[in-house]
């Protein structure tokens, strides 16, 4: 498990939308898997070199399947949030440092472009040997994640074009089981 270094300034707005530029040129399909985090239990990161994704856990090791849903009448872990996904420039912008990415609580950090134009809800995309598809369900900044980057990276990735570019990320169910190792390719397969 890596500790992440605790003593890194908030960017400002001002700072945080010098970086959007950046951001905005991620690629739209044949993405890379920069990061993978496993989320054992409440508050712990283990950052992975590769992982086994489970039609029916998820992430294999990650606390997804055993976590309530505000969202699901019985509390049960909600089936369309299995895999939570942030694009790895923004996670870099709000960390400032690599061994802060898993801070932000997401599964799979990849360098591509997770707007709805590119990658609506029902589209699966292919990392590794696993697919997954894109969710409706949204993922959006936190209490947690507001005290590890600050009060405007809420702000910025809730903002009207961090919403549009889902900065904060998106959520995805599992399709096809299978391994993902960090440096995969993230290819699109099918548009919903």
Known sequence: MQTPSTKVKHLSMQELEAG???IRQSPKDNGVL???VRRPDTLQREVLEEGTIDLKEGLLGDNWSRRPSSRTPDK???PDMQLNIMNARAIALLAQTEDRWQLAGDQL????ELSDENLPA?????IGSAIIEVTTQPHNGC???A???GIDAVKFVNSPIGKELHLRGINAKVIQGGMIRKGDVVRKLLNG
């Open 20 to 22: 959007l530029d950046h």
């Open 34 to 36: 920069k990061m993978i």
């Open 76 to 78: 049960s872990p909600h």
């Open 109 to 112: 950090l990849v360098d591509m």
């Open 122 to 126: 029902g589209t699966q995309l292919s």
């Open 143 to 145: 209490k947690k994640f």
């Open 147 to 149: 005290q590890r980057f």
